[in-house]
């Protein structure tokens, strides 16, 4: 399935920073290349915690992307020019993210409803020298057809692929993909089109890929979380999850410096969506926890089970 299909690994704010990208990769790989969550801007600064995460000796994947939100030009050129600096020379730009907070400030999905505004973004970052781009987006943000002004833009920065998710930002992960408009975007987008959305399994990439055969590639993203095997299914075993797991606990262990309680929930959140498959009462009892000698106990009952 990987071998004629261009895999990318979609990036899940608070969960695919460069400790999980690097622990997913050693251990288990599978995509083809690695996308960076959004960086920001707060208060006028790059939050240092972004800048850290994009370093190139913080990630020992085989291919990265670093992304930045869409937002500002002027916010927008502040970030891609420190990637720069770094020595990235392709960055992609977030135009996806549904979560209100974000797009209600016009970034993000937020900013699709607005053409004018996406089009002064283009043309400042087209004036950043030796970058090239990609871009990330939904449908709109409340209807999906706002795509169709955005792509007749996407010439300004001449993007080497669009990521679309078939849904608008208001839906956030809720309702029913949108093929019917995805479809109309394949057709008219001159650039190649990656599909992203409910991919959780290998029947679903190679039914996405029948569906569309015009697609460069798939973006998997939420699945790959849940099951960091699902693109190399011999690979899932309970001492792989638990070597990830414990990765990330040391990694988090050593960054974090708010004491116990920071890294509790820091793990308590990977969670939510890490595993669902594994015994109910083991994920309770980690969800349960209050202290990390209780949360470690539930962990190893958890990962034990599922040895059995």
Known sequence: MTEDTTILCAPVQGITDCHWRNAHHQIFGGPDHYYG?????EHGEIRKRDL?????ENNAVQSFTPQILGCRPQDALR????LAEMGHRVVDINLGCPFPPIAMHHKGSGLLQYPDEVENLFKALHEVEGVSYSVKMRLGWDDPQQWRDIVRLLDIIAPQQVVMHPRTGRQQYKGMLNYDEFAALLELCPYPVVFNGELKTLDDITRIKQVFPGIAGVMVGRGLIEDPAMLCPEKATANNYCELHNRLRDAYTQQLNGGEHQLLLKMKSLWEVFLPQAPRKSLKAIKKATTMAKYNVAVSELFYSMEE
């Not at 850290?52 to 190139?56: C, R, V, Y």
């Not at 970030?79 to 420190?82: F, Q």
């Open 37 to 41: 969550p959004f960086m920001r801007v």
């Open 52 to 56: 850290a995460d994009a370093l190139p």
């Open 79 to 82: 970030m891609v020019r420190a």
